[in-house]
């Protein structure tokens, strides 16, 4: 067993990630986390998050993929862009898959794979000034969330935030009564000035439901989503949820039973807010000259719009146990290592995020012609969709006019299969998986 000892504070992705690398690699280490694995299942939705194929390379690494894709994955997107009189749709393939497990579910999972292992957990809550006297015990603290105090700890990185306030109101929950399409996948649908809406077939506690990530563009008919009570008046928080899924989004209003159509488990499986998009400095130098390093969503907190905040902290989990397990002196040339490594994907992501959410509304002309392009060319659609497991490629393509321009003409010279000439149809035999 390695003398090296790692806290971490927070028991997410990045810091059960983390965690169990460090295991694999005999590292001694302690997660500090107030909530218990028996109490998840009682709690409000966490999230809606999807792991893309990179993600689940990474679990099965870590020997904690306990849903496989092939099972409980979905295989490609569909998308919907509401464009007055003349709507488009086309669908892209995944070229491996990706799966979203209610992390009401996923989180205790983990985290009885981390203390099965032999990991020691600490429940209890930790306060922003513990963190200074937790650090004497260890060679090094990561801290994994952004709650509170903890956000406080890391300076805040203008440069890479440029927003001071949420961009889109949020109405995010667990539904049952939507029926599946063909293909099990995501459906992004996109209202032009109103906001946008994903659907992600989900397993949760009573078996697949479909989370709608309802975005809503503040100041359009659509914010109401985001304030409306569930729990006051059900029936009407229903109806008005239908109401405007009939307007903006009527592909997904279409496969809705009205009958059935509610929240899968309760009232729990509703969360609404708002997330202002923030990148933080990698470390603070404690009292006593130890470090705290900032992992996950306390260093970078992006819009779910895209799906990338927990895929951005698995890759980034990694890269930071790798380097844990690699070096033995933890300073600020450490921690370049780390950031070296994992800030192209990060600060792609949340780049690439940031440039969606602010371009989406107002379609400048040459996002125009990239959408444009990509509804009438399978090729295109195909790259684009699996491109959401390497945001960084993403942001290749949209940082400027000129690179999506390129990006259009080296996929479109690509050759194209017979079989996906006609644009909408996926390219594999209808796949619903069991």
């Not at 304030?227 to 809705?256: G, S, T, V």
Request: contains cysteine; hydrophobic residues 40%; proline residues 6%.
């Amino acid at each position: 067993m390695s003398s090296k000892r790692i806290g971490i504070i927070g028991a997410g992705t990045a810091g059960l990630h983390l965690g169990l690398y460090l295991l694999q690699h005999d590292v001694k280490v302690t997660i500090f986390t107030d909530k218990k694995p028996a109490e998840y299942s009682g709690m409000r939705l966490l999230n809606t998050v999807a792991h893309h194929a990179v993600t689940n390379a990474r679990e099965t690494a870590l020997g904690a993929n306990h849903w496989p894709e092939e099972q409980y994955g979905y295989f490609g997107h569909y998308y919907y862009i509401g464009i007055p009189g003349n709507p488009l749709r086309f669908f892209g393939d995944l070229r491996a898959p990706s799966r979203a497990v209610d992390y009401r579910i996923y989180q205790p999972r983990l985290m009885e794979d981390f203390e099965n292992r032999g990991g020691r957990i600490e429940y209890r809550e930790i306060r922003g000034n513990d963190v200074a006297k937790i650090s004497a015990e260890f060679d090094l603290v990561v801290v994994c969330t952004g709650k509170g105090p903890f956000g406080q700890m890391f300076e805040h990185d203008k440069r890479n935030s440029p927003f001071d306030r949420p961009q889109r109101a949020l109405c995010v929950g667990l539904f049952k009564g939507i029926k599946e399409r063909p293909i099990r996948a995501v459906t992004m649908n996109f209202s032009p000035g109103a906001g946008e809406m994903i659907e992600i077939p989900t397993w949760t506690f009573n078996g697949l439901a479909t989370a709608l990530v309802i975005e809503n563009i503040v100041g359009s008919d659509l914010e109401i989503l985001a304030k409306a009570k569930y729990e006051e008046n059900p029936r009407a928080f229903l109806d008005l949820l239908l109401q405007k899924l009939r307007r903006h989004y009527p592909d997904c209003a279409e496969r809705i039973d009205e009958k059935e159509f509610d929240l899968a488990n309760g009232p729990l499986d509703l969360m609404q807010g708002g997330v202002t998009p923030t990148m933080r400095k990698t470390h603070k130098v404690l009292e006593g000259g130890k470090l705290a390093v900032a992992l996950g969503d306390v260093h970078a907190l992006v819009d779910p719009v895209l799906g990338q905040g927990a895929n951005l902290a698995s890759h980034a989990a990694v890269i930071l146990g790798e380097e844990i397990v690699k070096q033995d002196v933890y300073d600020e040339r450490f921690v370049e290592h780390v950031d070296n490594r994992r800030n192209d994907r990060i600060l792609g992501a949340m780049r690439w995020t940031n440039y969606m959410m602010t371009n989406l509304a107002a379609m400048p002309p040459e996002l125009q012609q990239y959408v444009l392009a990509v509804s009438q060319n399978r090729v295109l659609a195909d790259a684009f969709t699996d491109g959401f497991n390497y945001p960084e490629r993403q942001w290749d393509c949209f940082a400027s006019p000129a690179r999506m321009e390129a990006w259009i003409a080296k996929h479109a010279d690509e050759p194209t299969n017979p079989a996906t000439a006609r644009p909408y149809e996926p390219r594999k035999e209808p796949r619903v998986a069991a």
